[in-house]
C-alpha cells in the first residue's frame, strides 16, 4: 500500500498540479534573470564604470582641463559634424529604400536588397579602403581630383562617405519589415479619394511608421558616432583636421594620457547611454501605441 509504486504516483501528481509547476517557472525565471543580469554587469556596467573611474582618476580639475585640448574639442566637433551630415541622408536614403521595396515589385529588387545588407557583412577596414581605392592619390580617380584640387580621401569628405557606407542599412533594415507588414491599404484608400502621392506619404505613410523610422535614426546615429575601422583609414590620421572622437581616444591612449583617453571615452559613452535612453523610450512608446 506504501510500495515504491505510490510513491511515484505521488510525485507524478504533485508535478502536474497548478502550483508545482508556477513554483518551477518561478525558479526558471528568476535564474534566467539573474545570469542575464550578471552579463550585463560584467560586460557592459563594469567597464562603463571603470571608463568614468579613470578619467575621474586625478579629479574633477584634471578631467575637465582634458577638455581644453584643442585637438580634443576638434575630434568632438569632426564627429558631430559627421552625424549630422551623414544621418539625415541615410534616413532619406532609408525611407526612399524601403518604400520601394515594401511597395513595390521590380527587376533587380533583390540584388538592392543585397546592397543594402553588404555594409553588415564587409568589415568597416575593407570598407574604408575601397574608398582609398577610388579617391586616394594612387586611386581610379586620384589624378583627376588632384587636378581640380578636391580632397576626398584625407578629409571630411572621405569621413562621411566611410561613415555613410557602414551606417546606411540601419534605416532601411529598420522600415523595410514595418512597411511591409502595414501593407498598402491605407495609401490606396487616401489615393482613391484624390490624395496626392506627397500627401499621401506625409499624412497616412509617415504617421504609421514613425516609430521605426525614430529607432532607426537613433541606431544611425549612435553608428556614426562610435565607428572606427573604416574612418581610421580614410582619415589619414591628421590631428586637429580628420580626427574623430574614437581615433583621438586611441591616440591619447597610445601617448599614455590616460586621464584625456578616458575622459573623451566618458563623453563617447554618455553620448551612447543617452541614445540607448532615448531607444528604450521609443520602444516604449511604440508598444503602448500598438495597444
Known amino acids: 500500500m506504501g510500495g515504491p509504486s505510490s510513491h511515484a504516483d505521488v510525485a507524478a501528481e504533485l508535478a502536474t498540479r497548478p502550483g508545482h509547476k508556477n513554483v518551477r517557472s518561478t525558479l526558471v525565471r528568476w535564474l534566467l534573470i539573474t545570469v542575464s543580469l550578471t552579463f550585463l554587469g560584467a560586460l557592459l556596467a563594469a567597464p562603463l564604470a571603470a571608463v ?45 529604400a ?7 515589385e521590380f527587376r533587380g529588387k533583390s540584388i538592392l536588397i543585397t546592397l543594402i545588407d553588404l555594409p553588415l557583412a564587409v568589415s568597416p577596414v575593407v570598407s574604408g579602403l575601397i574608398y582609398v581605392l577610388l579617391f586616394g592619390t594612387n586611386g581610379w580617380f586620384g589624378l583627376w581630383l588632384q587636378d581640380h584640387e578636391i580632397s576626398i580621401v584625407y578629409a571630411l569628405p572621405g569621413i562621411i ?10 534605416v532601411a533594415r529598420e522600415l523595410i519589415p514595418l512597411m511591409q507588414q502595414l501593407g498598402n491599404d491605407e495609401e490606396e484608400a487616401a489615393i482613391t479619394l484624390g490624395a496626392g502621392g506627397w500627401f499621401t506619404f506625409f499624412r497616412v505613410t509617415l504617421p504609421r511608421i514613425r516609430w521605426g523610422l525614430i529607432y532607426g535614426v537613433i541606431l544611425c546615429n549612435a553608428r556614426a558616432m562610435g565607428e572606427f575601422g573604416a574612418v581610421s583609414v580614410v582619415s589619414g590620421l591628421v590631428r586637429n583636421i580628420t580626427m574623430t572622437m574614437p581615433l583621438q581616444i586611441e591616440a591619447l591612449y597610445n601617448e599614455y594620457n590616460m586621464v584625456g583617453a578616458f575622459a573623451l571615452a566618458s563623453v563617447l559613452s554618455l553620448l551612447a547611454v543617452v541614445t540607448l535612453i532615448i531607444k528604450t523610450l521609443v520602444e516604449g512608446r511604440a508598444g503602448y501605441r500598438r495597444r
Open 161 to 170: 562617405l566611410a561613415t555613410m557606407f557602414v551606417t546606411f542599412p540601419y
Open 98 to 104: 524601403a518604400w520601394c521595396i515594401a511597395k513595390f
Open 52 to 96: 568614468f573611474a579613470m578619467a575621474l582618476d586625478q579629479g574633477w580639475d584634471a578631467y575637465f582641463s582634458s577638455f581644453s585640448d584643442e585637438a580634443t574639442r576638434a575630434s568632438i566637433r569632426l564627429t558631430l559634424t559627421a552625424a549630422a551630415i551623414v544621418v539625415p541622408l541615410n534616413t532619406v536614403f532609408g525611407i526612399t
